[in-house]
Nanobody, 118 residues
Framework: QVQLVESGGGPVQSGGSLRLFCEASGYRYCIHDISWYRQAPGKNIEFVSRIESSGTTTYAASLKGRFTISHISREAEPEKNTVHLQMGSLQSEGTGLYTC???????WGQGTPVTVSS
């Protein structure tokens, strides 16, 4: 009932920026509250950011001020939502697989990889 498709990942130089996208579609009560997570190689998955249907945002403490989450949803298309994650001042610890999740319903996408090189 829910589909999450991430894109925008790739290689980036240390200190650079990258914008990720999460295209959410399906059950409208799930897709308007989206979280981003990341998993670095050999490490546990960690929370990055969340945006609620109201527009309220939450960030991991270490990322606040460098990352910005936003969404675009259209009243005429309640079963679609696009979430952007603008990442700035990326450092090597930003390398990993970034995945979006429906915060209430627990659906996961396949992820998009980010590699930060010095």
């Amino acid at each position: 009932q829910v589909q999450l498709v991430e894109s925008g990942g790739g290689p980036v130089q240390s200190g650079g920026s990258l914008r990720l996208f999460c295209e959410a579609s399906g059950y409208r009560y799930c897709i308007h509250d989206i979280s981003w997570y990341r998993q670095a190689p050999g490490k546990n998955i960690e929370f990055v950011s969340r945006i609620e249907s109201s527009g309220t945002t939450t960030y991991a403490a270490s990322l606040k001020g460098r990352f910005t989450i936003s969404h675009i949803s259209r009243e005429a298309e309640p079963e679609k939502n696009t979430v952007h994650l603008q990442m700035g001042s990326l450092q090597s610890e930003g390398t990993g697989l970034y995945t979006c999740q429906t915060a209430y319903c627990g659906d996961w996408g396949q992820g998009t990889p980010v590699t930060v090189s010095s």
